[in-house]
């Protein structure tokens, strides 16, 4: 079974640890993504019926520069998963940001990921996704969990992070 991981940086950073994942995994996700540019990614390595699509966006979708409207999102997240079909979904929910390390423009931007992250986990809830709550995951690091432009994650993070994917991972694969 194949591991395909779609969205943004908190996947696409991941790269010395996808052994850690499973025996064959690609790597499709780009930095900067939206939930708009899900489905390309998919499309790109042909996610079909023998593969774990893990997913995780919504953290460039809430950002100032792009302030994707949430029913947007969920209509992109609605159309990847009516137009992928893996064998099962992975969602792996945004982290969050570590809003001290944040410019004023973001204050509250955890109150406005909370929002993305509950439409991922419905619409991808609803596909069968196996969660990875990824701010519970990480909560005890605090701010160690992010390096300092307090939206990508750190080491720390990821140490945290890429096991609890690739027992949701497991648990997807059956």
Partial sequence: ?????????????????????????????????????????????????????VVSVGTNDAAPWNEVDPDDFRVQLERLVESVQPYRWVHVAPPGVDELRMEPEMDGANGLLARY?????????????????????????????????????????YALLVPAIADAVEDAAG
């Fill in 1 to 53: 079974m194949r591991i395909v991981l779609l969205g943004d940086s908190h996947l696409a950073r991941i790269t010395d640890d996808l052994d850690r994942l499973g025996d064959d995994v690609v790597n499709a996700a780009v930095g900067g993504s939206v939930a708009a540019d899900v489905l390309a990614q998919a499309q790109s390595v042909g996610v079909g019926p023998r593969d774990v699509a």
């Fill in 117 to 157: 992250q509950r439409v991922g986990g419905v619409v991808l809830g609803e596909a069968g996704a196996e969660l990875v709550d990824t701010p519970r995951v990480i909560a005890r690091l605090g701010s160690e969990a992010f390096v300092d432009d307090g939206v990508h994650l750190s080491a720390a993070g």
